[in-house]
């Protein structure tokens, strides 16, 4: 793809837009598209309707309809682990309902004490204990929705392997109404593992009974005969398929702290969402396909024009998680230095992913946006329709819409120290209201927005073979520690340091 992403055309393109944009106070094109609950706005980038066209031909010369279609029938493959990449198949399949009528079941027996060996008084508090994939996703979808609760749980998540963040979590709750949900993909994961181990001796201090221990413990994994051997019970254990991708199992049985949160009506709007735009994706043609086109802005920006940092700013307080979540899916999805053949590759691919809710960044780190000497690349992420707070609402709209303009145009001044430059590009993206179905809409457009840039880059969005590897080199090394003596142990720690691969 390389060689496509360097087309001279294109480099024409990209700097007559560039030199062009400063003369306009708005844009000459019609660059808004919209499906049910979403809307974008991708007018303040460097691009018009005739460099979009020549863009959309990228897309049709690497076939992408045809990669599309093996990812929705199961035939996408992660070459490097030599396994398909099922998140999208099983969700718009049988197999995917079973999975949810599983979690249904579940659901259901906690909310009425039936399940088997388990504990006798209502439980009223849930810790979700993940890291990864198995936390930012539920974490994100379950604060964005506090306002569709059921108000039957309290809900906390941990990720930390500092057993402080379990010890806030539980300080105040009466452990008999408490249960403990452990999620992990493989169930090795060391600050899972470390968590449950926390956690059991607390409970064996309070109840004195290891019977007793297993009833307040739950798992969501792929791999349950590993699970039932760290001591959780079988009828307390959901499954997922092992060709799901961690930070993309958020519509897997990962969701299940979701569906405890907002209970079953409100889980079927948000997973229909998610259905909805990948049909979306699956079935609209490329030149009105809003995943497609942020995308292609995404690589126009990073490839042509090598804006490397990308900024997300929801202006909206329950969005605020939907930073470190887009931050995961891409910078581990799409930051690779090498093809999916293990060539290296001569582009740039994930930018710096970071960002802040507004208007906090305004006050934050704006500053350097609209003076400082780097280029950056926006998505500002609005609702349209608050209900009762109008006020705060309107606000924050007035205050995205400023923010894009004069990121893009600048502002012109006789004194220096008063110039904004301009020339950040953005995307608004304009969602209904923060209700189950716009939540799902955005998970699913940011997933298939970063399997778009990951074929044009001809990268494996699906492995993170930099994330295992630090995960090798720490366990050599607290084995180093834990073997020590403890008089010795700040010695090791200092070797450690001193250390080289």
């Not at 007018?43 to 309707?49: E, G, P, V, Y």
């Not at 049709?60 to 992660?78: A, Q, R």
């Not at 778009?452 to 001809?458: F, H, K, M, P, R």
Request: proline content about 1%.
């Amino acid at each position: 793809m390389d060689d496509k992403l360097l087309d001279k055309n294109l480099i024409i393109s990209a700097v007559d837009n560039k030199l062009n944009h400063k003369n306009r106070k708005s844009h000459k094109d019609n660059l808004i598209y919209k499906n049910d609950h979403i809307t974008i706005d991708v007018s303040r980038n460097f691009i018009d309707k005739q460099t979009l066209s020549r863009l959309f031909k990228l897309l049709k010369d690497i076939e992408i309809k045809k990669e599309i279609t093996k990812l929705f029938s199961n035939k996408f493959k992660s070459k490097s682990e030599n396994k398909y990449v099922s998140h999208i198949f099983l969700r718009n399949s049988q197999q995917g309902k079973k999975t949810i009528n599983d979690m249904y079941n579940m659901y259901d027996r906690i909310r009425k004490n039936s399940l088997k060996n388990f504990t006798t008084r209502k439980i009223k508090n849930i810790i979700h204990i993940g890291i990864g994939g198995s936390n930012l996703g539920p974490k994100f979808v379950c604060n964005a929705l506090k306002d569709y609760s059921t108000k039957d749980f309290n809900i906390n998540f941990v990720s930390s392997s500092d057993t402080r963040e379990l010890d806030d979590a539980i300080k105040n709750l009466d452990l008999e109404e408490t249960i403990f949900i452990f999620s992990s993909k493989s169930f090795v994961t060391k600050e899972i593992l470390i968590n449950l181990d926390y956690i059991k001796k607390i409970l064996i201090s309070k109840f004195a009974s290891s019977e007793i221990v297993s009833r307040h413990l739950f798992a969501i994994t792929s791999d349950k005969s590993t699970a039932i051997k760290k001591g959780i019970d079988a009828n307390k254990i959901l499954i997922f398929s092992k060709n799901i991708p961690g930070r993309f199992s958020v519509t897997s049985a990962l969701s299940f702290i979701i569906l405890l949160q907002i209970g079953k009506a409100n889980f079927k709007k948000f997973y229909k969402g998610i259905i909805k735009m990948d049909n979306h994706f699956k079935r609209t043609k490329i030149s009105n396909n809003i995943p497609m086109i942020l995308a292609i802005i995404s690589i126009w920006n990073i490839n042509f024009f090598s804006i490397r940092n990308f900024c997300v700013c929801p202006y909206n307080y329950r969005l605020k998680d939907a930073i470190e979540y887009i931050q995961q899916i891409e910078m581990e999805s799409n930051g690779k230095s090498s093809d999916i053949y293990s060539n290296e590759i001569n582009i740039d691919t994930s930018p710096i992913v970071f960002g802040q809710a507004g208007t906090d960044c305004q006050h934050s780190f704006f500053q350097m946006i609209h003076q400082g000497s780097q280029d950056i690349a926006l998505d500002f992420v609005g609702v349209i329709d608050s209900n009762d707070h109008k006020v705060s609402s309107n606000f924050l709209i007035s205050n995205l819409i400023a923010q894009a303009n004069l990121c893009f145009y600048g502002k012109g001044s006789q004194k220096n120290n008063k110039k904004i430059r301009g020339n950040n590009p953005s995307n608004i993206i304009l969602m209904n209201s923060v209700d189950p179905h716009s939540v799902g809409n955005l998970i699913s457009m940011y997933e298939h927005k970063i399997f778009v840039e990951g074929i044009l880059w001809n990268i494996n969005s699906f492995d993170q073979w930099g994330v295992e590897e630090g995960k090798l080199l720490a366990s050599k090394f607290i084995n180093k520690i834990n073997q020590s003596n403890r008089k010795d142990t700040d010695k090791i720690i200092l070797q450690l340091l001193k250390t080289k691969f």
